[in-house]
């Protein structure tokens, strides 16, 4: 019997949800019979005082299922009958006339926490694990068994909204502060005596508040004025994260606010269509896919090459510019030694100062105490010799120039530790030609950090022709050991993110030679979705890098007698970043770029007009055009066998470069409109732009074959 | 036409600071309307029983503003049992476009005599509170892009090139307009004291004009809408206009309109009406217009409302000798002067709602008034009356002295 129940002398049943077959309790079919039964039973037991809702599992409850949440494909009567039954249990629950208590002994996330809200009362075990929320936002759902309306009834709404819109699974100390448990108790042993006492302590309070005569939301109903002014604000500051392309949380905040408005029974209604229209939605399929199954594919190391679990015990970085800073202060972070390389004291030094200078600054919001500030300082080791021999990990973070890194990789590789491995932190030049500075090439790796180290999650790997998959597992092993996460791609110029960024920045020279305004191609920017225009970014990472990288791969042309070898088109760049560059406009650090810097802030440069010398693209070519590059390059990067997955592909591309969230990635947004709708787009895109917009047949093939395993 | 709508008499309160400090502000918003429903009636004798219908414009009619208040005033005034009363709501035209609707539905022969006009006592409900789905269902909100209108002001101003200096110097032009107006005592005929009780007055002339402003102090306000453009208003408005980099916040509560307590009322009639209760036409309505515009600038109605009423009524600008735009933002002004070639000398000629405040739902029939004033005062012919609105739209009416 999965649901044990189990009524005391007192009359308090006790039910016990041990779901079959699953680790975890789940609002599936099995549930759905479950609870079916429970609630006839409560319903006509004879001397029932009381509830207790509890688990047998680690977790209280884990909420829906998403394999099944994926299946839907439309959201028709049966389907939303089905989501409205499902809702039905639970008010059945709330309304019987004996007080009921959800015993929380582990996670109660989302239709977990629903069921608890459907309680009148939520004692909550003292675990950090025993965590409470409704993280449906988070991929592009709603908590639509209750939980947007009891939320907003048991909190009221302005304290509602971010609990609802963030998702975020809160520690008990946390919950209980935010109204969403209402008491803990030291042990999980504890739990069901601390129910038990409380129903015979409060055997009336059976009524939830919303269920009360008169009853009134907590900080202000629909009308009061600070209610209606949350209301109109609320959706400014939503649209100016979402952009509106995220349906989740703007149906979410629109179901809230009105579930004030109306009776609790219209409410739950009101919910269950709007549950019923998001997981239908792209967007809820995209988020699903990548930040659940693909994140959790990715974190549980199914790229990965299987092998024992290695860890490196000390490290050292070479090149104490930025990114050496950087990585440095990642490692200290997570407790691995580190020696922090440059020519001179000086420059160690003051590597070693940035780093320290980024662990006060998160010292000071908080973030950690005086004390881990200064220990994790204390492990970075500024030096000016070789003076690191053993050394499980080195990483070369020296400016990206092919003669510089292959004397450093010379220099360094031979004071690895026996089993260590050699990271080369290059953004776009080919590591198999690296590899060939170093006597063994077979422990030689890319590990691509992202700027700035210390917040970017993300870290791509690149394998070498000869890379080893022993390397790769420990590099994998190391990036996870400094919490990050890897994704696995194979060689090639620009490997995976840089050759699709750099395609982002193109296109924006592009337009800009099109003739678009330059404030209407960020605007373009802004409304798909990307953190940063592709004018601004370039100011950013600067015009300067942008052709120093060009003459090194034009070197590299010419040492391979080959054409031109880094694969995106790159004629908009040469177009314009050249001449820029050559004006002297580098970038923000040089306070000129595509945009003057001044004390009135940042200003495009009325300059750029020079480069314009057509009438200009639609908005929407405009918006396509930034997508659709970015796109056909990672589809290219997963034909030509740079991506070893699609997964991979799509949570680089958000990680890492920005690809808008809500689309899942790159490869996801091709999949999510259908690659022939995809090709259908490209095509014109192609006609009225370029080639560059041109998809393979083989390409597209890929993605159509590939079919569902991409999740 | 089958009939001329006649206009004859258009009277107002004066207005004043719409806060609790204001000087109308312990009137109530019935009293505003019972004031000059009394001094309509008074003045012309009026036999009230021909009058048909009493439509009076509120913006935010809601509790002691709400309810149909303009019939509840007609009973409190003590006007005849069968004049029927309407309150109307098309946000800042409500007013004009009680003229425009009376003016139409005596044209059409229905109707033969009926009041305009409107009220607004912004002290004591505020701008707003009557809510809406606009601003206050989150998802008609974002669907369709809601944007408080100074942020639209302030884009027009950014993308017509109105700097801060311009849209300010106009801000003066307005108050020196107006007191001069106001002290010659060109306003006399049309604003109508405000008494207590005891008939004592509480506010005789407009209070709310300051004539000592300059430059200095205008450019010393902060912008009134950096704020919300911040918090995100000025990135949807952006969404629209790409190409436009930044918004110019510019406007201020110097340049901008004032928030004032006030009322207005207009009388329309026919001809026979008017000859039947011994009444004189000052002016009739040659031509009403509205239109809507692009909802999130959404102050760029006036000017094609303008010209659809001079279309309509045959007229080209050379045949109108006074313009009036109402003062809601400079940039309004501004661009509608720039939309229709208005010289200086033809517009806004007593100042207008930056210095005497725009009384949300009662402006429309102000303007009446003071055009009416000025035709007679300087012997011309024709007036264009014009107004921004919300949600984009725009509302025009051409009145000519007779």
Redesign the interface.
């Known amino acids: 019997m999965p649901f044990h129940y189990e009524k005391d002398a007192d009359g308090v049943v006790v039910v016990t949800m041990d779901m079959d077959g699953q680790s975890a309790n789940t609002m599936n079919a099995q549930f759905r019979e479950l609870m079916a039964q429970t609630m006839d039973r409560l319903e006509a037991e004879q001397g029932l005082t009381g509830v207790v809702i509890a688990s047998a599992k680690k977790t209280f409850f884990a909420g829906g299922d998403l394999n099944a949440l994926l299946a839907v494909e439309t959201a028709d009567e049966t389907y939303f009958r089905y989501v409205e039954e499902n809702k039905a249990f639970l008010r059945r629950l709330e309304r019987l006339a004996v007080p009921v208590v959800a015993a929380i002994n582990g996670a109660a996330l989302g239709g977990g926490y629903e069921i608890a809200l459907a309680c009148n009362r939520r004692i909550c075990v003292d675990d950090p694990a025993a965590v409470t929320g409704v993280p449906e936002v988070t991929l592009g759902l709603l908590p639509g068994a209750g939980g947007v309306v009891r939320i907003t009834a048991l909190l009221g709404l302005e304290k509602a909204l971010p609990v609802l819109l963030e998702g975020k699974p809160h520690a008990p100390a946390r919950a209980l502060e935010l109204g969403m448990i209402d008491q803990i108790v030291p042990d999980r042993e504890s739990l069901i005596p601390a129910a038990k006492a409380w129903i015979r302590a409060n055997p009336d309070a059976h009524v939830q508040p919303w269920d009360r005569k008169g009853f009134r939301y907590p900080g202000g109903d629909a009308?009061a004025p600070n209610v209606?002014m949350t209301?109109?604000?609320?959706?400014?500051?939503?649209?100016?994260k979402t952009?509106?392309l995220s349906p989740a949380p703007?149906?979410i905040?629109?179901l809230a606010?009105?579930s004030m408005r109306m009776g609790f029974d219209s409410a739950l209604r009101a919910e269950s269509r709007a549950f019923c229209k998001l997981v239908v939605s792209r967007e809820a399929k995209a988020a699903i896919s990548t930040f659940f199954f693909g994140m959790n594919a990715l974190k549980s190391g199914r790229f990965r090459p299987e092998g024992p679990r290695w860890r490196a015990r000390s490290a050292a970085v070479i090149g104490a510019g930025m990114m050496g800073a950087g990585i440095a202060y990642a490692h200290a972070e997570r407790g691995l030694e580190t020696a922090l390389r440059d020519v001179s004291d000086e420059a160690a030094r003051a590597g070693k100062a940035r780093a320290g200078a980024i662990a006060e600054a998160r010292a000071k919001k908080g973030r950690l105490s005086a004390a881990e500030a200064e220990a994790l300082t204390a492990r970075i080791r500024p030096t000016a010799q070789d003076d690191f021999a053993g050394a499980d990990v080195i990483v070369e973070a020296v400016f990206e120039d092919l003669a510089l890194k292959e004397k450093v990789i010379a220099d360094t590789f031979p004071l690895l530790s026996e089993e260590g491995i050699y990271g080369t932190n290059t953004s776009t030049l080919p590591v198999s030609i690296l590899a060939e500075a170093c006597p063994d090439p077979a422990r030689f790796i890319g590990i691509h950090f992202f700027s700035p180290v210390e917040k970017m999650q993300l870290v791509e790997l690149i394998a070498g022709e000869k890379t080893s998959a022993e390397t790769i597992r420990k590099a994998w092993d190391y990036v996870r050991q400094i919490g990050r996460i890897p994704i696995v791609v194979n060689d090639s110029r620009g490997f995976f993110t840089s050759r699709v960024f750099g395609t982002y920045l193109d296109e924006g020279m592009a337009l800009l030679r099109d003739g678009m305004?330059?404030?209407?191609i960020?605007?373009?920017a802004?409304?798909i979705g990307m953190p940063v225009g592709p004018l601004q970014v370039h100011d950013e990472v600067s015009l300067e890098l942008t052709m120093k990288v060009h003459a090194t791969h034009k070197a590299l042309d010419a040492r391979l007698g080959v054409e031109n070898g880094f694969p995106a088109d790159n004629a908009a760049t040469l177009a314009v970043a050249g001449p820029m560059v050559e004006m002297g406009r580098l970038g923000r650090k040089a306070g000129a770029g595509f945009y003057d810097y001044g004390p009135e802030g940042r200003?495009?440069w009325p300059g750029l007009a020079q480069f314009a010398q057509g009438p200009g693209a639609s908005?929407r070519d405009a918006e396509d055009r930034l997508l659709w590059r970015q796109a056909i390059e990672a589809l290219r990067c997963l034909d030509e066998g740079v991506l070893r997955s699609q997964v991979e592909g799509d949570i680089g591309s958000i990680m890492a470069i920005g690809f808008p969230h809500h689309t899942g990635g790159a490869l996801r947004f091709i999949r999510g409109m259908g690659p022939e709708a995809f090709k259908a787009r490209a095509d014109q895109l192609a006609d009225a732009w370029g080639e560059r917009f041109r998809l393979s047949e083989r390409a597209l093939a890929r993605l159509r074959d590939d079919g569902r395993a991409a999740a | 036409m089958t009939e001329a709508a006649y206009i004859y008499d258009a009277i107002r309160t004066p207005r004043s600071r719409g806060k609790a400090d204001g000087a109308l502000n312990e009137v109530k918003p019935i009293d505003l309307v019972v004031t000059l429903l009394r001094e309509m009636q008074a003045r012309h004798d009026l036999d009230t029983a021909r009058v048909d219908d009493v439509m009076l414009g509120c913006v935010t009619p809601v509790r002691e503003q709400g309810a149909v208040l303009p019939k509840i005033a007609l009973q409190k005034a003590g006007w005849a049992q069968n004049v029927a009363g309407a309150q109307v709501n098309r946000f800042c035209a409500s007013g004009l476009d009680t003229v425009n609707t009376a003016a139409a539905k005596v044209a059409s022969g229905w109707e033969d005599l009926v009041c305009a006009g409107g009220y607004e006592s912004m002290s004591r409900v505020p701008m707003g509170s009557d809510g809406g789905p606009f601003a206050e269902d989150p998802e008609t909100n974002i669907r369709t892009g809601f944007v408080p209108q100074g942020v639209g002001a302030d884009l027009i101003a950014t993308i017509e090139g109105f700097d801060r200096d311009a849209v300010d110097a106009f801000a003066m032009r307005s108050q020196k307009l107006a007191a001069h107006a106001r002290d010659s005592g060109w306003f006399d005929r049309s604003v109508v004291p405000v008494r207590d009780e005891n008939g004592l007055v509480i506010l005789e002339r407009d209070d709310f004009i300051k004539p000592d402003t300059d430059m200095q102090k205008l450019g010393a306000l902060k912008p009134s809408f950096a704020g919300p453009g911040a918090m995100g208003y000025d990135l949807i408005a952006l969404a629209k206009y790409p190409e436009v980099e930044r918004i110019e916040h510019v406007h201020t509560p110097g340049n901008s309109s004032g928030i004032v307590d006030g009322a207005s009322l207009v009388m329309i009639g026919n001809e026979r009406a008017g000859r039947d209760l011994g009444l004189t036409p000052r002016g009739r309505v040659v031509s009403v217009a509205l239109t809507a515009t692009e909802p999130t600038i959404m102050l760029t109605g006036p000017g094609p409302a303008a010209k659809k009423a001079l279309a309509k009524a045959g007229l080209g600008m050379d045949d109108i000798d006074l313009v009036e735009i109402n003062e809601a933002f400079a940039s309004v002004a501004l661009k509608l002067q720039r939309d229709l070639d208005v010289p200086d000398e033809k517009l806004n000629v007593v100042g207008g709602a930056i210095a005497m405040g725009h009384p949300l739902g009662a402006t429309g029939g102000c303007l009446v008034s003071t055009m009416l004033d000025e035709l007679e005062r300087r012997r011309l012919k024709r007036a264009l009356i014009c107004m921004c609105v919300g949600g984009g739209m725009g509302i025009a009416t051409i009145i000519e002295r007779v």
């Open positions: 009308d209606r209301a109109t604000v609320a959706p400014t500051l939503l649209i100016r952009r509106g703007e149906r905040l629109d606010v009105n305004a330059p404030a209407a960020e605007r373009a802004w409304k200003r495009l908005m």
